[in-house]
Structure formats: structure tokens, C-alpha cells
């Protein structure tokens, strides 16, 4: 969970991201993923914001159709 906002100041979270993955079969899939966390310097420019870069692993659930 988020810390709560400070005192007078909104919460304006920023999240862009985006992933581009591979289907390894019909269940499993790879996905390179990136993540931006700020609150778009809304408030102040001192808070650039945060960058993550991960790999996921993707199961597929359920009866395919």
C-alpha cells in the first residue's frame, strides 16, 4: 500500500508502462515489462520519479477457445 498523501497536497500517481512478451506454448509466455512511478512533478521537481525493468513469466488459466 501507498503512503498517505501529505497534509494539503493530492495524490496524482503517474504509471506508464509497457511490456512486449513471446508465447513460449500455448500456456506459457515471456514478457520483457517497464514501469514509471511519479507523481509527474505535479507538485515539486524534485521528485524525478522512479524507472523499473523486469521479466515476467505468463500462465495462461483456464480451457483455451
Known amino acids: 500500500t501507498s503512503p498517505p498523501p501529505r497534509s494539503g497536497r ?3 500517481p503517474i504509471n ?3 511490456a512486449i ?3 513460449l506454448d ?3 509466455a515471456a514478457e520483457l ?4 512511478y511519479s ?5 515539486s521537481e524534485q521528485n524525478p520519479g522512479i524507472d ?4 515476467r ?3 495462461r488459466l483456464g480451457v483455451r477457445r
Do not use: C, D, K, T
Open 10 to 12: 493530492p495524490r496524482i
Open 16 to 18: 506508464p508502462n509497457a
Open 21 to 23: 512478451g513471446v508465447g
Open 26 to 28: 500455448q500456456r506459457w
Open 33 to 36: 515489462a517497464w514501469e514509471h
Open 39 to 43: 507523481h509527474g512533478q505535479v507538485f
Open 52 to 55: 523499473s525493468l523486469g521479466l
Open 57 to 59: 513469466l505468463v500462465r
